[in-house]
């Protein structure tokens, strides 16, 4: 069974940071495609970034180019977000979702697998 737990949220203040986490299980870590996504209450939800094991390919939004950087550990089935000079704007759940054997895309549709998401509030 693919599993994907989220961790790392918080309450930050304005221009702070934070790594989100996503753990993996159920699936050999070595051919995925793992996109972050988030979502504020009353919005839709957002894609956030992606990363492609297959190639490395990365991809951030408009939004958090810049600040978010997108990783993985493969040793440790783990794909982090980092996430830099936080706004309030950024507020939000925060969900990473999965798809085996195949490049990402920000498209939320194509991933099978998702997080239970993870609180990340910044406060102004």
């Known amino acids: 069974e693919v599993q994907l737990v989220e961790s790392g949220g918080g309450l930050v203040q304005a221009g702070g940071s934070l790594r989100l986490s996503c753990a993996a299980s159920g699936f050999t870590f070595d051919d995925y495609a793992i996109g972050w996504f988030r979502q504020a209450p009353g919005k839709e939800r957002e894609g956030v970034s992606y990363?492609?094991?297959?190639?490395?390919?990365?991809y951030y939004a408009d939004s958090v180019k810049g600040r978010f950087t997108i990783s993985s550990d493969n040793a440790k089935n783990k794909v982090y977000l980092q996430m830099n000079s936080l706004k309030p704007e950024d507020t939000a759940v925060y969900y990473c979702?999965?798809?085996?054997?195949?490049?990402?895309?920000?498209?939320?549709?194509?991933?099978?697998?998702w997080g239970q998401g993870t609180q990340v509030t910044v406060s102004s």
């Open positions: 979702a999965a798809k085996t054997f195949t490049i990402a895309t920000i498209d939320a549709d194509w991933y099978d697998y």
């Open positions: 990363i492609s094991s297959s190639d490395g390919s990365t």
